[in-house]
């Protein structure tokens, strides 16, 4: 009788789920080793002392593009959880008295598109030259382009930048349009934007992420057969020769075989922190060097939220804050009392070293900017808040950053039985939930049969 090979996927996010789960049903035996207590890795909740109520380490929104993500989803039987819209509707809040939206028609987006914008509230200039900016999406930039670049010289300057394009880089790519490469944008825009209606859609958890991933992996994977242990931070990875012989966590030594897989799911900087300085042994880390970009999320309950008086009109989940700084967007977990809301800021680097209440000062500051000074502002001062602070948020898509980002399967020059997943890796997308699954697809996709 010959046993199963075996693989051990280190890592319990999105892209490690979806390795475990694939490598499962690829007939390997997998054991999988997440360092925290659950697994979802960068999209959890956690539970807040006084209410015992779930909240989210940041807003996560998908898009209906995210195929691979669904999947992952269903495979954990939670698809249900998030509000699967049919069609994009964004609203844009540009002060206390003005706002607008941006709602695309049923129809294939690359038809619905003009006909959106022409009806968003901007001037009929501006309009046209955002139609043309969005015409020329499907050509593409230079490597070495930012996306301001591309919107310099593609003419996008005034209201197409603010209000169309700043936006939708920061929710993409979580960094100004200056940061960012504008390859990578304009794929990921191709993908959700140059299909069906429902590709474009924003699909927003109804629930908190940890009852969507961390609650039911332990049973979903012990179904698919896979050995989950949490709490298993890897320490070390010994290597003799062009494999990598054990695995450490703490105090104990797994063995590995030369015919074993290890997987790692691992974000860029754990994986360089446990392997960087041995490069020799694993070949190309360039990876170490993407640059890490914060997100930082303000929840707010107006109230006691069940028996709002006051709170910011609802204009549906996701409104951008058009030119607003530090904080850009305005988002609401679909069926949730009216008074609670989260304001995110996505790659601002101004909250550094920021205190909680000094964060909480700023986030009621640019709430009396767009809502004007009413009386929901006034109820302001009594608002109960919760900040969450994520450093390493995502990685920065920057331009030439791909030159960093070894595809995902073996590390060039690396050990023979050592591969590499996660949003960083080479998967065409910048860092999001959807990119963590491709890069597993395509880990799995270069695996012998
Ligand atoms: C606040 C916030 C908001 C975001 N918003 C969005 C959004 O709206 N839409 C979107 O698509 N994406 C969003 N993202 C990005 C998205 O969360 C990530 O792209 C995605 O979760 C990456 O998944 P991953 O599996 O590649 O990596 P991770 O989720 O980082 O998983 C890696 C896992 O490895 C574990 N690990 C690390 N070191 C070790 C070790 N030594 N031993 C064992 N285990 C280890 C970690 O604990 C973690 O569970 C957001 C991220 C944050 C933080």
Redesign the pocket.
């Known amino acids: 009788m010959t046993s199963r090979r075996r693989a051990f996927v280190?890592?319990?996010?999105?892209?490690?789920l979806a390795a475990a789960f694939g490598l499962a049903d690829r007939g390997y035996d997998v054991s999988l080793?997440?360092?925290?207590k659950q697994?979802?890795?960068?999209?959890f909740s956690s539970e807040e002392r006084e209410t015992g109520r779930r909240l989210?380490?940041?807003?996560?929104?998908?898009l209906g593009c995210?195929h691979g993500?669904r999947a992952l989803l269903r495979r954990l039987g939670t698809e249900q959880g998030a509000q699967q819209d049919r069609r994009l509707v964004m609203a844009y809040r540009f002060g206390p008295n003005r706002c607008a939206s941006l709602k695309l028609p049923r129809l294939p987006v690359p038809l619905a598109m003009p006909w959106a914008l022409l009806r968003l509230g901007i001037p009929l200039g501006a309009r046209m030259r955002a139609f043309r900016g969005m015409a020329s999406v499907m050509f593409g930039a230079p490597k070495q382009w930012t996306f301001a670049d591309w919107l310099q010289r593609r003419g996008q300057h005034g209201q197409p930048d603010q209000v169309m394009w700043r936006p939708l880089c920061r929710?993409v790519m979580?960094v100004e349009p200056e940061d960012a490469s504008a390859s990578d944008f304009l794929a990921a825009l191709r993908e959700a934007f140059m299909g069906r209606a429902s590709s474009a859609a924003f699909w927003i958890p109804t629930q908190p992420w940890s009852e969507l991933l961390g609650d039911p992996a332990p049973r979903a994977l012990a179904d698919a057969g896979v050995t989950l242990r949490t709490g298993?931070?890897?320490?070390g990875l010994q290597v003799a020769g062009k494999h990598v012989t054990a695995i450490q966590l703490g105090d104990e030594r797994i063995e590995v075989g030369g015919e074993d897989l290890v997987v790692s799911?691992?974000?860029w900087f754990?994986l360089h922190k446990?392997i960087g300085g041995e490069q020799s042994k694993f070949g190309e880390c360039a990876f170490g060097s993407l640059d890490s970009a914060p997100?930082v999320?303000a929840y707010f309950t107006m109230g006691d939220a069940e028996n709002i008086v006051e709170a910011p009109p609802d204009e549906g989940p996701v409104v951008a804050l058009v030119g607003g700084q530090p904080f850009h967007f305005l988002l609401r977990t679909p069926g949730d009392p009216v008074g609670r809301f989260a304001l995110l800021s996505g790659g601002d680097r101004s909250f550094d070293g920021k205190t909680v209440a000094e964060i909480e000062a700023v986030a009621k500051q640019q709430l009396r900017t767009f809502y004007g000074d009413g009386a929901f502002v006034d109820a302001l001062e009594h608002a109960h808040v919760r900040i969450?602070k994520?450093q390493h948020?995502?990685f920065v898509a920057a331009p030439n950053s791909d030159a960093l980002r070894p595809l995902p399967g073996r590390l060039h020059g690396g050990p023979d039985n050592f591969l590499v997943?996660?949003?960083?890796t080479a998967t065409g997308l910048p860092?999001?939930?959807?990119?963590?699954v491709r890069?597993a697809e395509k880990l799995l996709a270069g695996l012998p049969s």
């Open positions: 280190l890592g319990g996010g999105v892209a490690g080793f997440e360092s925290r697994c979802g890795g960068r999209a989210d380490n940041g807003f996560h929104v998908m995210y993500m929710a979580n298993a931070r890897v320490t799911a691992m974000p754990a446990l997100i999320s969450r994520e948020a995502t997943c996660g949003d960083w860092a999001t939930l959807e990119g963590g890069s």
